[in-house]
């Protein structure tokens, strides 16, 4: 069965920093593009970044491009999410997803909360 | 950026009656390798997405077939043939040809 699993969600000030985590299991995690995506409370869903199955190719929403790093570590199955300069608008719960275009299985995310 | 337009985006439906959902995108969503990358999603209360419908018109395993999705080049529709309780939630269209849109949901509740 084909799990996603994230965590690293917590209450952070403006400014500073997160890593989120996604742990993978039930399928061969190295053969498979990966993505984030997050959704602010009570708002729709916004693509954040994907990442190719070696971590060689990589893109980034505009909404985050140079505050944000995705990762991963194959023989960890594990994907990563650093977040730097963290803003309010940034709050919102973060998933972790399988495939390119597909987008066949998420995660059950993980709360980010940017507030002062 | 492609633009994914959902129609209605509150829908009340009677249970046992069908339910129709419209995405429209800005391009045409059929890739260079024939492919036409839109799939549909259902958010249930408190739920991660769970996705329905890929490329256009293929349902995932496990999917009830009162669900079906068609359309092409930028007109698209998810079909519920006879919405029942558990099909309260929100419905998102995503197209992946042009890098990755949403939609803005169509929140379908029981009248």
């Known amino acids: 069965e084909v799990q996603l699993v994230e965590s690293g969600g917590d209450l952070v000030q403006p400014g500073g920093s997160l890593r989120l985590s996604c742990a993978a299991s039930?399928?061969?995690?190295?053969?498979?593009?990966m993505n984030w995506v997050r959704q602010a409370p009570g708002k729709g869903l916004e693509w954040v970044s994907y990442?190719?199955?070696?971590?060689?190719?990589?893109f980034y929403a505009d909404s985050v491009r140079g505050r944000f790093t995705i990762s991963r570590d194959n023989a960890k199955n594990s994907l990563y999410l650093q977040m730097n300069s963290l803003r309010v608008e940034d709050t919102a719960v973060y998933y972790c997803?399988?495939?390119?275009?597909?987008?066949?299985?998420w995660g059950q995310g993980t709360l980010v909360t940017v507030s002062s | 950026d492609v633009v994914m337009t959902q129609s209605p985006l509150s829908l009340p439906v009677t249970l046992g009656q069908p339910a129709s959902i419209s995405c429209r995108s800005s391009?045409?969503?059929?890739?260079?390798?024939?492919?036409?990358?839109l799939n549909w999603f259902q958010q249930r209360p408190g739920q991660s997405p769970r996705r329905l419908i890929y490329?256009?018109?293929n349902r995932d395993s496990g999917v009830p077939d009162r669900f079906s999705g068609s359309g092409s080049g930028t007109d698209f529709t998810l079909r519920i043939s006879r919405v029942e309780a558990e099909d309260v939630g929100v419905y998102y269209c995503?197209?992946?040809?042009?890098?990755?849109?949403f939609g803005q949901g169509t929140r379908l509740e029981i009248k």
């Open positions: 997803v399988r495939a390119a275009s597909l987008f066949d299985y």
């Open positions: 039930g399928f061969t995690f190295s053969s498979f593009e």
């Open positions: 990442i190719d199955r070696s971590g060689t190719t990589i």
């Open positions: 391009q045409s969503l059929v890739y260079s390798d024939g492919n036409t990358y």
């Open positions: 490329l256009v018109s």
């Open positions: 995503m197209q992946g040809t042009h890098w990755i849109t």
